[in-house]
């Protein structure tokens, strides 16, 4: 219970964001990987994962800690407290399996009421939490909110004139970086004219580099990634090196 | 005296043997309850402890396994089979001999389930999967002999942990079985007695004719060594001429990236085109074996290697070892040059080539102590915790046990003779419910406790898993290279994930003695081509770095005192002269930091002696201290002597720095945060079970895990800061990579008097640290700035603004 007690203790970590523009939007993307919408008052996260220990455990494997849902909501209370916004978009796989709201620990749950009190939050399906969840807010397949278009699979044929800049996630982009003393690897949002896919939100995730053919097919000419971290930072979506 | 039977008389007779005495004493001693035998290489040492049990099964015959063997190297069991096979067959003995390790069959390893041989030859790794079988009480019953081969080489590490407490588990089996070590020359038998008895037996301890003092000099060239680097290019030529007058040379490296430069550079000189193979841990299975193989028909003059044939088969007409680069532990320059000449009574030959000047230092101090015979150790741990999580793991797939029971076999193992129970309990309710603080677990534990107490796996699907992860060597994250498809698609070996990573589709490096082109990644595979005509890029090994010996460092520091360098070659002399004139030299009860700037940083350098891994520690140190205090530290590299950091910043008052008090202070704080820690949490929370590297289906890199261990550190450090894990790794740490406690010893040793120098460029010491690889990133307020700065300068070249 040490852990528990701690918790008020715990330091929020505050990070900055980097400006960007999306179909005449006006965006920040914050060094935590969330995004901050001002004229909306919207922050949107992707990809949280909670439960992803669980299913781990379950299938006969080493138990991992159980701290993966505090450590992904505590960072989203401090982007919270900094952009208290009127409006939470969670882009999907929000939960790691459907089953996973319900198997949510009581102060959990709580936790993520308190977080939705006074402020719409949606729920918008991923490929790992389909369908109806066991757990308040709206749920929605996709979100249209003029001049944006929310859903969490960015679509191959996605024209941006007619939809509006789609904003997805899925991906877990990270990209890398040469300095003047070496190359550092951090997860990324990736934006072009059309389009913006978000970083993984959640505590246990892995991640895909920029340079892998799915993202190089997605993402359009003149691309830029946005590194998270500290101080965030944008650079030109890295292409070339190692395919993985 | 125990008469040897007239079978086993007349074959020796046949053979023109006599028993040698240590045999003997050994067959005197058959039925003490455990044996150590010292013995040199070559004598004879593993025909003195199978006898015992041939002659057993000779007089008794019976079915059923009588005797294991474990040695380190699956190697070592066949090639012991193959030589046990000639006395067994040309007397008729009824006895039936096997290996089994990960290279045999899995028909095979069903057959020897069902039906064991008289006696099995196999690793640590392979026993320890043999106990996790629920039908292990069958296949043990009726064991009498237990020998462990090489066992001063299993008694460092943790494989050795995880083989004593798998042979507790025998022992418990069947409690009579007795144990039998075969070890070479060490410097302190009563530890690795220790390590091989059961707790409440004593172990008789027999001594073999050391043999004649080796023949052992420094390598004669012309040349001086280079001011730096750790190649010996320069050495070359002179080495070639060892080969050419020498039946079968091996050439030690201490690491494999060296091996592979020298080797590619002896292909080149090699005029008379002398067949000469290369031998080391990152090369493909086949190619290894082909090396091996064309080495005992003779057919290679010389052998370029590493660590890896430190052990293994006896090559009867190697007469000739050289090492290059210092051999940092005298200890093992003995072992390696007992591979040469393994008749037992001509003196072994053997040749040092330092790979730069302060490693003929170094080498001059090695020798003496070989001379007089001091070998260095260091004092053994206790037990470690995550072998022994691994270990209850495994206990737990052969069926539900008593936990008080299992307690009390592991008290009877030499390295947890000291366990508490508390500890005990703390590494069981770890692999039941991970031991967290925050109990959230209870319906997904691994370990359910039954009514009668006893403990079992709660899902059996568990026992595939577990087992698939069984084994405490740590590989680093490699990938396989193979030629690209359309040219054979041949395997030629592994490089480091992070290696790989830096390459793009052109750029060259060595492996296995050729230069080869990278062309793609294709899956978890790296294809190349070949390319003759480049110089390559270099393949980046992690392998082991031993840190040079406290007795080796000790002897450079009071050699230094001397003032009188007349016994070493005159360019080294005159190397410690140019340092005394334009800095000073190291003293054992001060620490000499100098300070300069070079090519646009700041550099600091420390000459610690301490060993490399303490030296490392205290580059993490210096650089936190530095961080705190706004100097702009970006990174640092340490050697066995001295530590060097470089930044943005100068540093003008670095005993600031170096205060012991901060230095103590901070280390609890910076101990949480850094690379090494993250690192030695990933090799401990492997063994304990906490991240599997092989899963049902499929092999997994590292990278490709779905979460990385970095983030369950992170965690664990949040939210339950006192989790066993953390706890094992802070002590790994500290007597390993951290290696706290020879940090410490320095500080008491300097008393805080240090001596700083500002210097106009770059000294003749600090020079060779420029080029040394294992630099470690500082991830501070510097980095942020050059991210931004790279950041920046990418968006102006691509004409994009924000």
């Not at chain 2, 420094?218 to 080495?239: E, F, R, S, T």
Request: glycine residues 8%; proline residues 5%; contains cysteine.
């Amino acid at each position: 219970m040490k852990a528990r007690n701690a918790q008020g203790k715990l330091q929020k970590t505050l990070t900055g964001g980097v400006p960007i523009a999306l179909a005449g939007a006006s965006l920040i993307a914050l060094g935590s990987g969330a995004l901050w919408w001002p004229a909306k008052s919207m922050l949107c996260v992707s990809d949280l994962h909670l439960g992803k220990s669980e299913r781990y455990a379950r299938a006969g494997g080493a138990t991992l800690p159980p701290y993966q849902t505090q450590g992904t909501l505590l960072k989203l209370e401090s982007d919270l407290d900094a952009y208290p916004a009127s409006t939470v978009i969670c882009l999907g796989d929000s939960f790691d399996h459907p089953q996973a709201p319900s198997e949510l620990a009581k102060d959990d749950r709580l936790w993520i009421n308190r977080l939705q009190a006074g402020r719409d939050w949606i729920w918008i399906e991923g490929n790992h939490d389909p369908g109806p969840l066991d757990i308040g807010g709206s749920h929605r397949t996709t979100l249209s909110v003029h001049p944006l278009f929310f859903q969490h699979i960015a679509a191959p044929d996605h024209n941006g004139d007619i939809m509006g800049g789609e904003v997805s996630g899925h991906y877990h982009p990270k990209a890398r970086l040469k300095t003047a003393a070496r190359t550092v690897s951090r997860a990324c949002f990736l934006l072009d004219r059309q389009r913006l896919i978000l970083p993984a939100y959640g505590t246990y995730t892995g991640g895909l580099h920029s340079n892998h053919s799915q993202l190089q097919a997605l993402m359009g000419a003149g691309a830029v990634a946005v590194l998270t971290g500290k101080t965030p930072q944008i650079i030109p979506m890295p292409r070339s090196g190692t395919d993985r | 005296m125990t008469k040897l039977p007239a079978q086993f008389s007349d074959w020796f007779a046949t053979r023109g043997w006599s028993i040698h005495d240590h045999q003997q004493q050994m067959l005197d001693k058959a039925d003490a309850a455990a044996l150590l035998l010292i013995a040199p290489t070559g004598g004879g040492k593993t025909l003195a402890g199978f006898l015992p049990s041939l002659i057993d099964l000779a007089a008794a015959p019976r079915q059923g396994l009588h005797t294991i063997y474990i040695s380190p190297l699956k190697a070592l069991a066949a090639d012991i089979k193959r030589n046990l096979s000639t006395p067994v067959t040309e007397m008729g003995l009824p006895v039936r001999i096997e290996d089994r390790t990960g290279d045999t069959s899995s028909s095979r390893k069903r057959r020897q389930r069902a039906d064991p041989p008289h006696i099995l030859l196999t690793t640590p790794e392979s026993l320890a999967l043999l106990i996790s079988y629920e039908d292990a009480p069958r296949i043990f019953a009726g064991l009498q002999r237990i020998v462990i081969d090489e066992i001063h080489a299993l008694a460092d590490s943790k494989r050795g942990d995880q083989l004593m407490l798998a042979v507790a588990r025998l022992n418990a089996l069947c409690p009579t079985a007795r144990r039998i070590g075969l070890s070479a020359t060490v410097d302190d038998p009563k530890a690795i007695a220790q390590f091989l008895t059961r707790s409440s037996d004593s172990c008789h301890i027999l001594n073999a004719d050391p043999g004649p003092k080796p023949d052992i000099a420094m390598l004669d060239i012309a040349a001086p060594p280079p001011w730096a680097g750790g190649g010996a290019a320069y050495a070359i030529q002179a080495v070639l001429e060892q080969i050419a007058q020498h039946k079968t040379t091996l050439i030690f490296h201490n690491t494999r990236a060296q091996a592979e430069i020298f080797f590619h550079k002896l292909w080149l000189a090699n005029a008379q085109s002398l067949p000469i193979g290369i031998h080391h841990g990152s090369l493909d299975r086949v190619q290894r074996d082909r090396v091996e193989a064309a080495m005992v028909r003779g057919e290679l003059r010389a052998i370029v290697c590493t660590g890896s044939l430190d052990l293994g088969i006896d090559w009867g007409n190697v007469d000739l070892v050289v090492q290059i680069g210092a051999p940092k532990n005298v200890k093992r320059l003995v072992q390696r040059i007992g591979r040469a000449n393994h008749s037992y009574n001509t003196p072994s030959k053997a040749l040092l080539v330092p790979a730069n000047r302060f490693e003929v230092v170094e080498c001059l101090i090695a020798l003496r102590a070989v001379e007089s015979h001091s070998l260095d150790g260091e004092a053994r741990g206790r037990g470690p915790l995550d072998v022994l999580c691994q270990h209850i793991l495994i206990i737990a797939c052969a069926g539900p046990f008593d936990p008080d029971t299992l307690f009390e076999q592991t008290r009877q193992t030499g390295a947890y003779h000291d366990l508490t129970r508390d500890e005990f309990d703390a590494c069981l309710d770890f692999c039941a419910t991970g031991g967290y603080a925050l109990r959230a677990y209870d319906r997904w534990q691994r370990l359910m406790i039954d009514p009668d107490g006893r403990y079992r796996l709660r899902d059996p699907r568990s026992a595939a898993r577990i087992r698939m992860n069984i084994g405490t060597i740590q590989d680093t994250d490699t990938l396989k290279v193979r030629l690209q498809r359309n040219r054979g698609g041949k395997p030629l070996g592994e490089i480091e994930e992070g290696f790989a990573a830096t390459l793009s589709k052109g750029d060259t490096f060595l492996i296995g003695g050729q230069v080869v082109r990278y062309e793609g990644l294709r899956e978890m595979t790296v294809e190349v081509s070949r390319q003759a005509n480049k110089t390559p890029k270099i393949a980046t090994f992690m392998g082991t770095k031993f840190a040079t010996s406290t007795q080796l460092s000790a002897g450079i520091l009071r050699y230094f005192e001397r003032n009188d360098w007349t016994d070493l070659p005159r360019h080294t002399a005159e190397w410690l002269s140019l340092q005394q004139r334009v800095s000073r030299l190291p003293q054992a009860d001060k620490l000499l930091i100098e300070t300069f700037a070079h090519e646009g940083r700041e550099y600091l350098c420390a000459y610690g002696f301490a060993g490399r891994n303490a030296q490392q520690t205290l580059g993490l140190l210096l650089t936190k201290r530095m961080e705190e205090l706004g100097q702009n530290p970006l990174g640092f590299v340490a050697t066995d002597y001295a530590t060097l950091v470089w930044g943005l910043t100068t540093v003008t008052d670095p005993a600031a720095l170096f205060e012991r008090q901060a230095l103590e202070h901070g280390f609890e704080d910076w101990l949480s945060g850094n690379a090494v820690m993250k690192r030695t949490f990933r090799a401990s929370a492997t063994i304990a079970g906490l991240i599997e590297r092989n899963l049902p289906g499929q092999r997994t890199s590292g990278r490709q895990a779905t979460f990385s261990s970095d983030i369950l550190y992170d965690t664990l450090l949040k939210y339950d800061p006192d989790h066993l894990l953390l706890a094992i790794t802070r002590t790994e740490a500290m007597r390993g990579l951290i290696d706290f406690e020879r940090l410490r010893e320095m500080t008491q040793r300097i008393a805080g008097h240090i001596d700083h120098i500002r210097l106009p460029r770059i000294s003749p010491l600090a020079a060779p640290l420029l080029l040394e690889a294992g630099r470690v990133p500082i991830a501070g307020a510097a980095q942020e700035r050059l991210v931004a700065e790279a950041a920046a300068r990418l968006m102006e070249a691509a004409g994009l603004t924000t």
